[in-house]
Structure formats: structure tokens, C-alpha cells
């Protein structure tokens, strides 16, 4: 059985023990949180991407900007979302699925040549590629009687 001695009532607490505990970010996690933040200014964004580019030039950045470039597109910033998928494809020009990428981009902001084009290109860098098999047939629509 326990018995208490005393109550303290109101005593100072160090605030740092409320605070949530520190995340370590890659230094890729953290210029894709820099892009979200920046979607809105679309000239922001390519800046942040080019300059990690040039002083990363060892990450692997094709499928995190692929992903943040949809969440762009997503939050209604399609111009921001395009110009860096552009960028994306530029980086990967081999790159299937950075054509993809930015085919579903132009396509979700009305642009259907260049989608069709984009799409286009991901099948001719693999054919395999299913999701632009399917986006490019989509786009055409059903075929004529």
C-alpha cells in the first residue's frame, strides 16, 4: 500500500517535453515537402528541383517527383504539376513511366494531344507499359463501327 506525502499543484514543466519528437528527413523527403509547400508558384518549384538536382546528382529523383507531381495535380495546381513533370521527363528521358506521368498530367488538365503524345512515348520507350496502354486507349475512346 502506498501513502502520499504531498501533492504539488501548478509546477513548472519544461515545455520541450510536450513537443512531438524530431523527424530526420532524407534530404529527398525534404525537397518534396519544399515542392508541396511551394505548389502554388510554379517558378518556386522548378527552382527547388533544379538546384537539389544539381547538388544531388546522385538521387534517384524520377518516382518521388512522378508521386509529389500527382499530389500537385491533385490539389488543383495542374500548371505547377505539368511544368515539373516536364522537368521529370527531361531528367528520365528513357524513363516509361516519367511519360506516363506527365501524359496523365496533360490529360487530367484537358490537354489531350499532348497526352495522346505522352502517351505515345511512354509504349514506344516499353511497350508493356498496361497504364499507358490503357490511358491512350481511354483517350481515343471505342473504337469506330
Excluded: C, H
Excluded at 509547400?37 to 546522385?58: G, M, P
Excluded at 491512350?136 to 473504337?143: D, H, I, N, R, S
Amino acid at each position: 500500500m502506498f501513502k502520499t506525502a504531498s501533492i504539488e499543484v501548478n509546477s513548472k514543466l519544461d515545455p520541450v517535453a510536450f513537443l512531438p519528437p524530431e523527424i530526420k528527413r532524407t534530404p529527398l523527403q525534404a525537397l518534396l515537402e519544399r515542392l508541396f509547400a511551394e505548389r502554388t508558384d510554379r517558378q518556386a518549384v522548378l527552382w527547388s528541383y533544379r538546384d537539389f538536382r544539381r547538388a544531388n546528382t546522385e538521387v534517384d529523383t524520377g518516382f518521388a517527383i512522378e508521386a509529389i507531381g500527382y499530389q500537385i495535380l491533385k490539389m488543383g495546381e495542374a500548371e505547377t504539376a505539368i511544368a515539373l513533370l516536364e522537368e521529370n521527363a527531361r531528367a528520365y528521358p528513357k524513363s516509361s513511366d516519367a511519360r506516363f506521368g506527365l501524359g496523365r498530367a496533360y490529360n487530367a488538365a484537358g490537354d489531350k494531344v499532348k497526352a495522346k503524345a505522352a502517351f505515345e512515348a511512354a509504349l514506344a520507350l516499353d511497350p508493356a507499359n498496361r497504364r499507358a496502354a490503357a490511358a491512350l486507349k481511354t483517350l481515343e475512346g471505342p473504337p469506330k463501327p
